[in-house]
């Protein structure tokens, strides 16, 4: 069978790609049904895109490949989208914006886009070879217990990274670009919990509490979530993208409390108070007892100097703590690195050396930041293939 465009990956980046391409085009994926990963984002709701959606919020060795994918197909172009298929939507803290029902509708619209331009989806199936030819690409595939050759003068590499296997995720798109010279950047595990060997948060599992967490590179306003594993919660997924093992990492506890201020005027006022009954009332109780075990905190108020109250009011600032990992793929979020964008164009996201190759969304090493960044990566950079796809071709 001979099509104009072969997608490999029924997710985010490539049903949008299939909504763009024109021409005969079909879309491949092996897992059961397509959009397995905006079906389970946001909590069942889909957190789809940003408000603040800019290149500032991605990660890559070359930061500024994804601007014009970005320019082109912003945010706003896809809540149009979302509002033209009559689906409802709301914004959250810092920007995200959610579906007020399911993540499903998400994936319903990108289907209608799909049938609406006559594209095809193939679920349930495997890829078994694939071969580049003068006019293309030609694929052996296995569907319903079925070998079937296909042909195709486009092939978009859309299967995403190795983030959460349990979901089929593999590296299938690293493989192929290796097949064809393309460059790999490391990847690794992004938007991911961090663990911590000897158990040491077990007893604090379900605390959570608004936090500034940094480490050399950059610092992350937003909730940590302490867990019988170690830290979650927004701000460490946020800067697991930034940190390399054996690196330290600074949690403030205290990022907008004058701490210092409010215990001294405390201690002329109720001074008999404990010291540490009134630290719980700023933070939490389960929190102020584990800390007590490490930092001088005992006593009454009026026992504290001003020096003791600096000194502590610094620590609760500058708490040093060095992970012992992550919990990796199989719970992170994305996968950080990829298809090194240097082989790429910026604008089509077609190979520069391989006419007709394409790589789009997670495969490619462009990673944003949590909050609807990386879906709206998946929307510009499906869009951008797609499109260059249709002007070329039709």
């Not at 920007?95 to 993540?103: N, P």
């Not at 990847?187 to 379900?206: C, E, I, M, N, Q």
């Not at 959570?208 to 590179?217: A, C, K, M």
């Not at 002329?268 to 001088?296: C, F, I, N, W």
Request: a neutral charge; proline letters at 3%; hydrophobic letters at 40%.
């Amino acid at each position: 069978m001979t099509y104009d465009t072969i997608i490999l990956g029924a997710g985010a980046a490539g049903m949008m790609c299939a909504a763009h391409c024109g021409g005969r085009v079909l879309v491949i994926d092996h897992a059961k049904a397509p959009g397995e990963k905006i079906r389970i984002s946001g909590g069942g709701r889909c957190n789809f895109t940003n408000m603040y959606a800019g290149p500032g919020n991605f990660l890559s060795q070359n930061p500024h490949f994804c601007k014009s994918a970005l320019a082109r197909y912003t945010q706003w172009d896809f809540v149009d989208l979302v509002v033209r298929h009559k689906i409802a939507w709301h914004e959250k803290t810092l920007g995200q914006l959610f579906c007020d029902g399911s993540s499903k509708q998400i994936i319903q619209m990108l289907l209608d886009e799909m049938t609406r331009t006559g594209a095809e989806l193939w679920v349930r199936t495997e890829l078994k070879d694939l071969r580049k030819t003068e006019r293309g690409f030609t694929l052996e595939v296995e569907r319903e217990g079925q070998r079937q050759s296909l042909t195709c003068s486009n092939l978009v590499l859309a299967t995403g990274g190795k983030s959460i296997p349990k979901m089929g995720a593999t590296g299938l798109a690293y493989d192929i670009a290796l097949q064809f010279g393309l460059r790999m950047t490391e990847t690794r595990a992004a938007l991911v919990p961090f663990t911590f060997s000897d158990g040491k948060f077990k007893d604090l599992s379900g605390v959570s509490l608004p936090t500034r967490l940094s480490n050399e590179r950059t610092s992350f306003d937003e909730a940590l979530l302490f867990t019988h594993r170690g830290l979650s919660g927004p701000s460490v997924l946020q800067l697991s993208s930034y940190w390399r093992e054996g690196e330290a990492i600074r949690v403030n506890l205290i990022p907008d409390l004058p701490l210092f201020d409010l215990l001294r005027d405390q201690r002329q006022s109720a001074g008999r108070k404990d010291l540490t009954t009134e630290l719980a009332r700023h933070l939490p109780a389960r929190l102020v007892d584990y800390l007590s075990q490490q930092m001088p905190m005992h006593g009454n108020l009026a026992d504290q100097s001003d020096a003791a109250l600096s000194d502590l009011s610094s620590a609760l600032s500058n708490w040093q703590l060095t992970p012992s990992g992550t919990e990796g793929y199989r719970t992170a979020e994305v996968t950080l690195g990829g298809i090194d964008t240097d082989g790429l164009s910026s604008k089509t996201m077609e190979a520069r050396e391989i006419p007709g190759l394409y790589a789009i969304g997670e495969a490619v090493d462009v990673t944003g930041w949590l909050g609807g960044y990386n879906f709206q990566w998946a929307w510009s950079s499906g869009h951008a293939a797609g499109t260059a796809i249709a002007s070329r071709s039709f």
